[in-house]
């Protein structure tokens, strides 16, 4: 394999780099080697928000921009794409520098001085990127946001200044005012002109093929290397854990493997597809899913990891497993020209233990699309509503045959080692006629199908009682008569406001 140097299109130009570790974060090279020091490391984790920038990809004979944390990407991963960081907002046209106003501020950051966003300052950069996707994303589209989408858009950054009113404030207030001109064609037409680049090989020890074809030999030959998606896992190893991870296969620029489609009467997502596509295509066809899509991580989490990786990845704690397992999803598995598929639930062995064997990967997921009668809930439960770990999630589906039960699955992360089927509780309501009595025989069930354990989240005693409880209001909103509606059961329907208030 021929090796070269990682290129990509930053602050007007085409950068170069070879030589150094294909595990560096683009937050180190941006701070140390860039000098573009307005990107911060708060956490180094991404859960703070500090260190986003946005990536900009080809997105057909046009320009994607996605908010990402800088601090768990690693600099390979920028090849053949575009980096912006608060230092850009001046670079309009050609990536030549022009004051946009008298004091040369991009309307994103007047509206922050303007609506007093900033406090301290440490976080702001790290909002304005945030915000500047926002921007650009809804002034392409010819949008504008509401309060709760900017909310929504910005749940990844902290403000440990308490800051979010003005800063939601200046979300709208940028809309407000005039607009430069952000001139794509020259970013396209750079990207264009690196996408004829062979695929990319860093030194011996990253990889990144471009075709199935080529990464399923790669990973074939190579089974101890490690598959690298969005490294929204993996790069915390390295930032936490200071481990050398050795030989690295990215998946990411396998395009085959970013497919979503419909074929078969099933829903196909691509072991490469990012978590935010994959999330709006199953919300798509099971609008119940929003706000669990919403509440899963926060937009550059979504934007960078992979649904491939986090099912892959096997975390108790994960919330895409407990959907995808009430959905009936299976799980096709690749080595070499043999492909194979399981139930999802058939997956996992045991706490980050599963099925998967040397120089095999995950190809994708399948789900069959949904039926008339399938009823289908997930229950997110953590400290805080937005970008933070579940407790427990609950993803409950049923199908009724006038008032009894045809089919069920009830599925529970945070209550095993696994994400898993709660059978017992399943066993006690198939065939039921679905009453309240049927859902308490359910409730009391679940202390046969679970011994949760107690750690920094939750205690034991509290996962169960909120697992029942959730199956009550399962039940609830599922009984054949009067059954709740969805704003019987959001406290943000009695309370409008209160989201945008404690955002």
Same mark, same amino acid.
């Given at each position: 394999?021929?090796?070269?140097? *990682?290129?990509?299109?930053?602050?007007?130009?085409?950068?170069?780099?070879?030589?150094?570790?294909?595990?560096?974060?683009?937050?180190?090279?941006?701070?140390? %080697?860039?000098?573009?020091?307005?990107?911060?490391?708060?956490?180094?984790?991404?859960?703070?928000?500090?260190?986003? +920038? !946005?990536?900009?990809?080809?997105?057909?004979?046009? &320009?994607?921009?996605?908010?990402?944390?800088?601090?768990?990407?690693? #600099?390979?991963?920028?090849?053949? /794409?575009?980096?912006?960081?608060?230092?850009?907002?001046?670079?309009?046209?050609?990536?030549? &520098?022009?004051? !946009?106003?008298?004091?040369?501020?991009?309307? !994103?950051?007047?509206?922050?001085?303007?609506?007093? $966003?900033?406090?301290?300052?440490?976080?702001?950069?790290?909002?304005?990127?945030?915000?500047?996707?926002?921007?650009?994303?809804?002034?392409?589209?010819?949008?504008?946001?509401?309060?709760?989408?900017?909310?929504?858009?910005?749940?990844?950054? #902290?403000?440990?200044?308490?800051?979010?009113?003005?800063?939601?404030?200046?979300?709208?207030?940028?809309?407000?005012?005039?607009?430069? =001109?952000?001139?794509?064609?020259?970013?396209?037409?750079?990207?264009?002109? &690196?996408?004829? %680049?062979?695929?990319?090989?860093?030194?011996?020890?990253?990889?990144?093929?471009?075709?199935?074809?080529?990464?399923?030999?790669?990973?074939?030959?190579?089974?101890?290397?490690?598959?690298?998606?969005?490294?929204?896992?993996?790069?915390?190893?390295?930032?936490?854990?200071?481990?050398?991870?050795?030989?690295?296969?990215?998946?990411?620029?396998?395009?085959?493997?970013?497919? *979503?489609?419909?074929?078969?009467?099933?829903?196909?997502?691509?072991?490469?597809?990012?978590?935010?596509?994959?999330?709006?295509?199953?919300?798509?066809?099971?609008?119940? #899913?929003?706000? +669990?899509?919403?509440?899963?991580?926060?937009?550059?989490?979504?934007?960078?990891?992979?649904?491939?990786?986090?099912?892959?990845?096997?975390?108790?704690? $994960?919330?895409?497993?407990?959907?995808?397992?009430? #959905?009936?999803?299976?799980?096709?598995?690749?080595?070499?020209?043999? +492909?194979?598929?399981?139930?999802?639930?058939?997956?996992? !062995? %045991?706490?980050?233990?599963?099925?998967?064997?040397?120089?095999?990967?995950?190809?994708?997921?399948?789900?069959?699309?949904?039926?008339?009668?399938?009823?289908?809930?997930?229950? /997110?439960?953590? /400290?805080?509503?937005?970008?933070?770990?579940?407790?427990?999630?609950?993803?409950?589906?049923?199908?009724?045959?006038?008032?009894?039960?045809?089919?069920?699955?009830?599925?529970?992360?945070?209550?095993?080692?696994?994400?898993?089927?709660?059978?017992?509780?399943?066993?006690?309501?198939? $065939?039921?006629?679905?009453?309240?009595?049927?859902?308490?025989?359910?409730?009391? =069930?679940?202390?046969?199908?679970?011994?949760?354990?107690?750690?920094?989240?939750?205690?034991?005693?509290?996962?169960?009682?909120?697992?029942?409880?959730?199956?009550?209001?399962?039940?609830?909103?599922?009984?054949?008569?009067?059954?709740? =509606?969805?704003?019987?059961?959001? +406290?943000?329907?009695?309370?409008?406001?209160?989201?945008?208030?404690?955002?």
């Amino acid at each position: 394999m021929n090796t070269r140097p *990682i290129r990509f299109f930053h602050r007007g130009a085409v950068v170069e780099i070879d030589g150094g570790s294909p595990t560096r974060s683009v937050l180190e090279w941006l701070r140390e %080697d860039a000098r573009c020091t307005g990107t911060k490391e708060g956490c180094a984790e991404g859960d703070c928000g500090a260190c986003t +920038v !946005v990536i900009g990809q080809l997105d057909g004979e046009g &320009l994607s921009l996605r908010p990402v944390n800088a601090c768990i990407q690693f #600099l390979p991963t920028l090849d053949g /794409k575009a980096l912006f960081t608060v230092e850009d907002l001046k670079a309009l046209g050609g990536g030549e &520098l022009h004051p !946009v106003g008298t004091d040369g501020l991009h309307p !994103v950051q007047r509206a922050m001085v303007e609506c007093h $966003g900033s406090q301290c300052g440490f976080c702001t950069p790290g909002f304005v990127m945030s915000l500047w996707a926002t921007f650009e994303t809804h002034r392409a589209g010819g949008t504008t946001p509401s309060r709760q989408q900017l909310a929504d858009d910005l749940s990844g950054n #902290l403000c440990r200044c308490t800051g979010y009113r003005p800063i939601l404030d200046a979300g709208q207030r940028m809309f407000e005012l005039p607009a430069p =001109a952000f001139a794509r064609q020259p970013v396209i037409d750079a990207l264009k002109a &690196l996408r004829t %680049d062979p695929p990319l090989h860093y030194g011996q020890h990253f990889h990144a093929p471009r075709t199935l074809a080529e990464f399923t030999a790669l990973r074939e030959a190579n089974p101890e290397a490690r598959v690298l998606a969005g490294s929204t896992d993996m790069g915390l190893w390295v930032t936490k854990q200071l481990r050398d991870l050795g030989e690295l296969i990215s998946i990411n620029e396998v395009e085959e493997l970013k497919a *979503i489609t419909t074929a078969d009467g099933a829903l196909h997502i691509g072991a490469a597809a990012s978590l935010e596509d994959a999330w709006r295509a199953l919300t798509r066809h099971w609008p119940a #899913l929003q706000e +669990v899509w919403l509440r899963f991580a926060s937009p550059p989490i979504r934007h960078a990891g992979t649904m491939g990786g986090n099912v892959a990845n096997g975390s108790p704690i $994960g919330d895409s497993a407990p959907a995808l397992m009430a #959905l009936g999803a299976s799980i096709v598995l690749r080595r070499g020209e043999r +492909v194979r598929s399981m139930p999802l639930a058939d997956f996992y !062995v %045991d706490y980050m233990k599963n099925r998967l064997e040397p120089g095999e990967f995950v190809q994708g997921v399948s789900l069959p699309l949904p039926r008339p009668a399938q009823q289908l809930r997930v229950y /997110k439960i953590s /400290k805080r509503f937005d970008c933070d770990i579940s407790a427990v999630c609950a993803a409950l589906a049923i199908e009724l045959d006038g008032g009894a039960v045809r089919a069920v699955r009830f599925v529970f992360g945070g209550m095993a080692a696994t994400v898993r089927h709660a059978a017992k509780a399943e066993a006690a309501v198939v $065939g039921q006629p679905w009453t309240e009595a049927t859902a308490q025989a359910a409730m009391a =069930a679940l202390g046969e199908d679970f011994t949760p354990l107690t750690d920094m989240r939750a205690s034991a005693d509290y996962r169960m009682q909120v697992s029942r409880n959730l199956l009550r209001r399962f039940w609830l909103e599922t009984r054949p008569d009067a059954p709740l =509606a969805a704003s019987e059961v959001s +406290v943000w329907s009695v309370m409008p406001h209160a989201k945008e208030a404690t955002a």
